[in-house]
């Protein structure tokens, strides 16, 4: 199969032109007319031709404003204009490349200058839609693979963090809700000129999917412990604290057979280690006090407490929204980050319905844990 013959769409208003520069192109090219600018704009919209000899001289319309015109529309745009003209001055040329013209080339046309002219800027036409097609191809490529790896992180922290739920089943859908939870309250301050450059969209995204590992290293808190139903004790409470240690030691791990220490997980080392810290030096494991406290952490902590209080668990019943928002208000300036709480104040009622929406999965997911089917 041949490849098409490129089109021409020549514009003049003299029908001895037209037939002139058709006679001349028409053996090497389709060759399309319009005697007027109206009407070059009309076929050229209903079919787009690849290179345009525009007359400058023309009632109703002339070349220099059916230029313009034929620039304005994106579909058209990129098509290669080649001014025909009896004018000869140098101001006259500028005016039209300056428009969007390609070439300039003054009557009586020589035809062997014509047909160069045209043969150059069809083959830089088509330069330039190969590259096109071959950015837009990369371009496309470049957004699977990104997506395709995104995937790959997002699966490899929700299969770590199962380890951990599968162990505490009172959790029920506690991370689901808290990283929701967290992207409510990271998206509200990144509005902030304080927080706009740390919480970019890319960095919201990685903080929300390292969400899940929080609690990661309590896979390495005993089972006697971890599901202990009464109040555990002094002895039983260091032990649980140590999952912080646990779970950041985990991901260092994790860093070290990529080679890294800059990778995906960067923001789920923040937020492990550091969402028991407080905001007035009180927390574990190290009693960071301020904004030495990691933002990921001090964003982590509310989500993750508000979800405590609410959810059920062995060792207490839920309490209500209300006492929750209550409590966690009264605590902002000690155990937490006060511009995150009214961040968290502004959003309750988004807080409560994410809770109210995932409630009702928690008796499912607790129900399909303890007895898997065969």
Not at 215 to 227: E, R, S, T
Request: a negative charge.
């Amino acid at each position: 199969m041949m490849d098409r013959k490129p089109t021409i769409l020549v514009v003049d208003d003299v029908p001895g032109n037209i037939a002139l520069l058709s006679g001349l192109l028409k053996p090497h090219y389709r060759v399309k007319v319009a005697n007027n600018g109206v009407r070059a704009l009309q076929v050229a919209k209903e079919s787009p031709p690849d290179l345009i000899l525009l007359d400058i001289m023309m009632p109703v319309m002339d070349g220099y404003e059916t230029c313009r015109r034929l620039k304005l529309e994106n579909e058209l745009k990129e098509i290669p204009v080649i001014f025909l003209t009896a004018k000869e001055e140098t101001q006259d040329e500028s005016k039209g490349l300056e428009i969007g013209a390609v070439d300039y080339l003054t009557k009586p046309i020589r035809a062997p200058i014509l047909l160069s002219r045209v043969k150059t800027h069809l083959e830089l036409k088509q330069s330039r839609d190969i590259l096109k097609d071959h950015n837009h191809f990369l371009e496309m490529e470049i957004s699977r693979r990104s997506q395709e790896v995104s995937t790959i992180q997002e699966v490899t922290i929700m299969s770590m963090a199962a380890l951990a739920e599968i162990r505490d089943l009172d959790t029920g859908n506690h991370i689901q809700r808290t990283k929701y939870y967290l992207r409510l309250l990271a998206t509200h301050l990144s509005r902030q000129d304080k927080y706009r450059a740390l919480l970019t969209p890319e960095a919201i995204d990685l903080m929300v999917t390292s969400a899940p590992l929080h609690d990661i290293g309590k896979v390495g808190i005993p089972d006697y412990i971890l599901q202990k139903p009464g109040k555990l004790t002094a002895a039983e409470y260091e032990v649980m604290k140590t999952h912080t240690l646990l779970g950041h030691e985990a991901i260092l791990r994790a860093e070290k057979l990529m080679n890294s220490s800059d990778t995906f997980l960067r923001f789920a080392k923040e937020i492990v280690l550091y969402h028991h810290e407080r905001w007035d030096g009180k927390g574990y494991p190290y009693g960071l006090r301020g904004e030495r406290i990691p933002l990921s952490a001090r964003l982590m902590a509310v989500a993750d407490v508000y979800d405590a209080l609410t959810g059920k668990r062995v060792y207490k019943t839920a309490i209500p929204h209300e006492m929750a928002v209550r409590m966690i208000v009264e605590d902002s300036g000690t155990h937490f980050d006060p511009e995150v709480v009214r961040s968290f104040v502004e959003n309750q009622r988004h807080f409560l319905e994410i809770h109210e929406r995932y409630k009702g999965e928690e008796a499912e997911l607790l129900l399909t844990a303890s007895f898997p089917s065969a």
